[in-house]
């Protein structure tokens, strides 16, 4: 079936570091979804990418999927403290499937 | 205020004792789903259901099951409850799904513990 690597599993940076979280599938996806969990908290969507080669931002957060659609990545400039959590990225593979894939996620700790 | 919502929040329960958590969403959502979180393991997908009356089977359904009669509801059913269904579970819920997706709603989780 299939598989959604996501790497690294944590991330310890000093505030105001940037970051970075990435994803792989073992088959191309029709979309990508990311999440972010905060500790004791339940996740939350952050963006949708569906095209090739896409690129989108928010304020600090600039997220891409890969040419092939196999591949996506989550990049934060200037880590602030409020960025504390887990990210995870979720694949929804083509061909009529609707099982939505995630990732183990990468939890992200900011040291003040 | 719209909202996914899920009952109970936290349950402790013994082997073999059947239970249902409940979930229902005020959205109008036609996609709703069940996850599991386990430590190390992230989200994994028990049940997904497109419409009413209409489910599939996840990554981890074993020991599972879901019915979906109305749009709103989507309850989580273990007939037989077991020690390594002890995890963290997440109804979530999207207003439409297909080849394009759509964003997805969570409740604020279950925590069951079979003992």
């Known amino acids: 079936g299939q598989q959604v690597m996501q790497i690294p599993q944590y991330q310890h940076v000093q505030e105001g570091e940037d970051f970075t979280t990435y994803c792989n599938s073992s088959?191309?996806?029709?979309?990508i979804q990311w999440y972010k969990q905060r500790p004791g908290g339940h996740p939350v969507f952050l963006i949708q990418l569906v095209k090739s080669g896409e690129v989108k931002k928010q304020k600090r957060l600039t997220f891409q999927f890969g040419e092939a659609k196999k591949n996506s990545s989550l990049h934060i400039t200037a880590t602030q403290t409020t960025d504390v959590g887990t990210y995870f990225c979720?694949?929804?593979?083509?061909?009529?499937?609707?099982?939505?894939?995630f990732g183990k996620g990468t939890k992200l700790s900011v040291i003040p | 205020e719209a909202q996914v919502t899920q009952n109970p929040r936290y349950l402790i329960t013994v082997t073999g004792k059947k239970l249902t958590v409940t979930c229902s969403q005020n959205?109008?959502?036609?996609?709703m789903s069940w996850y599991r979180q386990d430590p190390g393991l992230g989200l994994r997908q028990i049940y997904y259901?497109?419409?009413?009356?209409?489910?599939d089977k996840g990554d981890v359904p074993e020991g599972y099951k879901v019915s979906r009669k109305e749009k709103r509801n989507f309850p989580l059913i273990l007939e037989s409850p077991s020690p390594n269904q002890t995890s963290l579970y997440f109804c979530?819920?999207?207003?439409?799904?297909?080849?394009?997706?759509?964003?997805?709603?969570f409740g604020p989780g279950t925590r069951l513990t079979v003992t």
């Open positions: 088959t191309t996806l029709s979309n």
């Open positions: 259901s497109m419409n009413v009356e209409v489910t």
């Open positions: 959205m109008n959502h036609e996609y």
């Open positions: 979530a819920s999207s207003p439409y799904w297909g080849l394009q997706g759509g964003e997805q709603y």
């Open positions: 979720a694949g929804l593979p083509g061909a009529g499937s609707y099982q939505l894939t």
